[in-house]
């Protein structure tokens, strides 16, 4: 190795691990920005002038409110009817829905999440690939009620992304 090729190999290390870190940064400071030129009207009435960071810390507290309405009986009917509501907007709808349920898929009971490794057909049947199974959930069909099986699959070189996929129980297979 050249004394260049070990420093061109260090510098392409280091944008390496800069990228992720600079993303971050980037997308941290965008939302707190965001979130601050929103409360910016509500700080300027009652300070006399937008208050840095007050909009961060509006959003803790919604964010925590919202986990206390959800944990109590009159909270989870208000939240329901909010459910219902966006529901029936229909451009919101597909985005809201969407959200909701692999949000769903993710929460509940954490123990059993990812705990259960399975295989699926995937692209096309008689194709399998290996998943983690989330949940387990009954839909109405035609037919009758059928039990349904939520997989996540990790994609690389990042496994925090995949996708996320509803099955029959009867074409999961446990490994």
């Not at 979130?35 to 964010?63: E, K, M, N, Q």
């Not at 349904?148 to 297979?173: C, D, H, Q, R």
Request: net charge positive.
């Amino acid at each position: 190795p050249t004394v260049f090729g070990v420093l061109r190999s260090r510098f392409i290390t280091g944008i390496l691990v800069a990228l992720p870190l600079v993303v971050t940064i980037f997308f941290a400071r965008f939302m707190f920005n965001l979130l601050d030129r929103w409360s910016y009207p509500l700080s300027a009435y009652l300070f006399g002038r937008p208050v840095y960071g007050i909009g961060a810390g509006l959003a803790i507290l919604l964010i925590f409110v919202l986990g206390v309405l959800a944990h109590n009986v009159l909270g989870r009917r208000l939240l329901l009817l909010g459910d219902k509501l966006l529901g029936k907007v229909p451009v919101l709808r597909a985005v809201y829905t969407g959200t909701r349920e692999v949000t769903r898929a993710f929460s509940g009971d954490r123990t059993k999440n990812f705990r259960r490794v399975v295989l699926v057909p995937f692209p096309i049947d008689g194709a399998y690939v290996m998943g983690f199974q989330t949940g387990e959930m009954e839909i109405e069909t035609p037919e009758g009620r059928r039990k349904m099986v939520s997989v996540f699959f990790p994609t690389t070189p990042n496994p925090t992304t995949g996708f996320y996929l509803v099955y029959p129980a009867e074409k999961v297979i446990a490994s």
